[in-house]
Nanobody, 113 residues
Framework: QVQLVESGGGTVQAGGSLRLSCAATGRSFSRSTMGWYRQAPGKEREFVATVSWSGGTTQYADSVKGRFTISRDNAKNMVYLEMNSLKPEDTAIYYC??????WGQGTQVTVSS
């Protein structure tokens, strides 16, 4: 059974940093795009960042460019999201996605002003 488990969320003050991790089990995603999405209260889930299977190509939402960095470790079947200069508007549940349709349960990130 495929599972994606996110970790690393929490509460941080504006300007702070967090590093999210997503561990995939049940199959290898070394040939799949992986990414992060988020959903704030009362809003739809939105794209944050993706990384290609090789790690060579990354894409970011305009709102996080220059502040967030996505990376992956195929040997460990994991994907990461380094988040710096956090803003209150980054507050959301962050979800990991692997391939076309595998999702994690999410991890809460709260940024206080």
């Amino acid at each position: 059974q495929v599972q994606l488990v996110e970790s690393g969320g929490g509460t941080v003050q504006a300007g702070g940093s967090l590093r999210l991790s997503c561990a995939a089990t049940g199959r290898s995603f070394s040939r799949s795009t992986m990414g992060w999405y988020r959903q704030a209260p009362g809003k739809e889930r939105e794209f944050v960042a993706t990384v290609s299977w090789s790690g060579g190509t990354t894409q970011y939402a305009d709102s996080v460019k220059g502040r967030f960095t996505i990376s992956r470790d195929n040997a460990k079947n994991m994907v990461y999201l380094e988040m710096n200069s956090l803003k209150p508007e980054d507050t959301a549940i962050y979800y990991c996605k692997a391939g076309s349709y595998y999702w994690g349960q999410g991890t809460q990130v709260t940024v206080s002003s």
